[in-house]
């Protein structure tokens, strides 16, 4: 009884210390090479990188950090897109997705809320406009996730605290930054290094639409249009994201 209960304690402590990470647009900074790029921002928190894109169609539109002194529930920083028809959150392993602050300065309207990766389902929620809400989401082993809603033309989207936590369907056998995808920008041909056990590359486009699936560390990319897609690497033990430029 006593070894059981110990497990028991054991188990529930093992669970307890998962750490939450929260991506409070606190701490963001420009990706990539240019530091003056506002068309995707980064933050950094616990080792894990989200990137926030937003766009019109296929076109990438600009994001800023703004404070609404406390608006729909928001906190200190929330980020904000210039008039735009989808928002994007990129994580660059897989995690799971509890709940995200959206925000609503438009006329009511449905919000969906998209994941990519896992075997989750979209959420779609409707929030009344001059208000936000803390949106529960829910998603395991989620390697991106896109924000669309149902009004009409584009609007600026804004949201604030997105709550994730590692994995549980995650156990690292490879370093994330050792993880390299070559080159980028790339023209014909793809290539992915320092991965073992690979079971599957997925690519998609900024809508989400899988473009191409390949077992080969090696992938033939030159039929796809020029743009910006992100690349799902799975192995037997971990999935992450990276993201590449067809030129």
């Given at each position: 009884m006593l070894k059981t209960t110990l497990i028991t304690l054991l188990f529930v402590f093992s669970i307890s210390t998962t750490a939450q990470t929260t991506f409070g647009f606190e701490n963001t900074s420009a990706s990539g090479a240019n530091p003056n790029n506002q068309f995707e921002l980064q933050e950094i928190i616990n080792g894990i990188t989200m990137y926030s894109d937003a766009y019109n169609g296929v076109s990438p539109v600009l994001l800023s950090i703004n404070s609404l002194g406390g608006f729909g529930g928001s906190s200190g920083n929330v980020i904000r897109t210039n008039p735009a028809d989808k928002t994007e959150f990129t994580f660059d392993q897989a995690v799971d997705v509890q709940s995200i602050i959206a925000l609503n300065g438009d006329d009511t309207a449905n919000f969906t809320f998209t994941p990519i990766g896992g075997t989750n389902t979209s959420v779609v929620v409707p929030i009344t406009g001059g208000s936000g809400q803390t949106?529960?989401?829910?998603?395991v082993g989620v390697t991106s996730f896109f924000v669309t809603s149902d009004h009409t033309g584009s609007?600026?989207?804004?949201?604030?605290?997105?709550?994730?936590t590692s994995s549980t369907l995650s156990t690292t056998d490879f370093s994330i930054d050792e993880v390299s995808i070559f080159p980028n920008p790339a023209t014909t041909q793809l290539n992915i290094k320092n991965v073992t056990n690979l079971k599957e590359v997925t690519i998609y486009d900024v809508l989400g639409k899988t473009v191409l699936q390949s077992t080969s560390l090696s992938i033939n990319v030159e039929d796809l249009s020029k743009g910006v897609y992100i690349v799902k690497i799975e192995t037997e033990n971990e999935t992450i994201t990276k993201k590449v430029v067809k030129k």
């Open positions: 949106v529960s989401l829910n998603w609007i600026s989207y804004f949201f604030d605290d997105v709550k994730v």
